[in-house]
């Protein structure tokens, strides 16, 4: 796996401190709760704007990232990535904060070549704790991660005939909203390119939010079809769904994380 990476102002490296994930959990409710409601990562959160709900959204991804496995060459499936910038409120020399993270994940539908997509979602979202005898919370998120990954999946399957059989995919990407519009986004999307790159050349693609994919689109991917549209049944029409498009690089994503 890469090296950490770094410019004069924001330092990018992978989470090996179980003890970051509150701090990171607090980023993506500021950014996907409270700055723009997006209602598949709400829905995946419940309470996440409680005490008691942050705790438990930060345990989730503390559990992932001690669960994750490793591929053949020995680089993890799953790898979570935190942005940091000098601390300018603290008198500590050095001091610094945790201002954004991402996740990114080798994804392949080849065991020991990266993380093969479960057929059983319930199972494999982990919904029947998050939502213990809620069968229409289940159904509801089982449909939209349906919709939302169905190219992602398609994509996949085209990198089965590949060397290696495999595709990097960035499943999260967070800022705070006190350090948006200052790069750190561009950071933590070219260290996964960088990534891609280390790991044979993979493909990177991802599911992007109207906020991010300018990002995206400046560093290499490409949309790829129409606005994703959600196949739900009739009783969660009324639901508000958020704005994706799905994008994708080709197979050599050339953008390094050093510019």
Not at 66 to 81: C, E, I, K, T
Not at 140 to 150: A, E, G, M, N, Y
Request: neutral net charge; hydrophobic residues 40%.
């Amino acid at each position: 796996m890469a090296t950490p990476n770094s410019t004069s102002q924001v330092s990018i490296q992978p989470i090996t401190d179980p003890g970051d994930f509150l701090r990171c959990f607090a980023i993506t409710a500021s950014a996907f709760g409270t700055q723009t409601a997006d209602g598949i990562w709400t829905a995946f959160n419940p309470g996440w704007d409680t005490p008691e709900g942050k705790i438990s959204g930060a345990a989730r991804m503390r559990s992932r990232w001690a669960s994750r496995s490793f591929n053949s060459a020995g680089n993890p499936n799953v790898v979570f990535l935190k942005a940091t910038v000098p601390d300018l409120s603290s008198s500590g020399a050095g001091s610094e904060v945790i201002a954004g993270m991402a996740i990114w994940v080798q994804a392949s539908t080849m065991q020991d070549h990266g993380d093969v997509p479960g057929t059983d979602l319930v199972k494999a979202l982990g919904l029947d704790t998050l939502y213990p005898s809620d069968e229409s919370a289940q159904r509801f998120i089982c449909q939209v991660i349906k919709s939302l990954t169905r190219q992602r999946r398609e994509v996949m399957k085209e990198a089965a005939t590949r060397d290696p059989p495999a595709i990097l995919g960035l499943d999260l990407c967070a800022v705070d909203p006190a350090f948006q519009r200052r790069g750190i986004a561009a950071e933590l999307v070219k260290w996964g390119l960088d990534e891609a790159n280390r790991r044979g050349g993979l493909e990177a693609v991802t599911e992007a939010s109207k906020k991010g994919r300018s990002v995206y689109a400046k560093l290499g991917f490409q949309q790829e079809g129409d606005e994703i549209e959600y196949v739900l049944d009739d009783e969660f029409r009324d639901r508000v769904m958020p704005s994706n498009i799905f994008m994708r690089t080709g197979t050599s994503p050339k953008i390094s994380a050093q510019k």
